[in-house]
Nanobody, 119 residues
Framework: QVLLVESGGGLVQPGGSLRLSCAASGSIFSILRMGWSRQAPGKQRELVAG???????NYADSVKGRFTISRDNAKNRVYLQMNSLKPEDTAVYYC?????????????WGQGTQVTVSS
């Protein structure tokens, strides 16, 4: 199994920035694609960003130009740099991991970290 633990969430003002971090442990040798998802109360879960083992990235239209996903394989970590945050970015953010480099589904989820954008 794979354990994913997110950190870095919190309360920020509109226009501010946060950097989320995800630490992976366990049987991680077969993990290829990693990403971030989010869900706000009463709203559908949204795939925010993904990154393949080769470094190819994809972003939801709602965050393009503002968020950047990256990974450090030596440290078994994936990051989400979030800039120019908006109130509509408020959600629980989840770290995800998959055994493949394609598709929008994931095999593992973290426990989530709350991001709140408010004045």
């Amino acid at each position: 199994q794979v354990l994913l633990v997110e950190s870095g969430g919190g309360l920020v003002q509109p226009g501010g920035s946060l950097r989320l971090s995800c630490a992976a442990s366990g049987s991680i040798f077969s993990i290829l694609r990693m990403g971030w998802s989010r869900q706000a109360p009463g709203k559908q879960r949204e795939l925010v960003a993904g990154i393949t083992s080769g470094g190819r990235t994809n972003y939801a239209d709602s965050v393009k130009g503002r968020f950047t996903i990256s990974r450090d394989n030596a440290k078994n970590r994936v990051y989400l740099q979030m800039n120019s945050l908006k109130p509509e970015d408020t959600a629980v953010y989840y770290c995800n991991a998959a055994y493949n480099n394609y598709g929008d589904s994931y095999d593992y989820w973290g426990q989530g970290t709350q991001v709140t954008v408010s004045s």
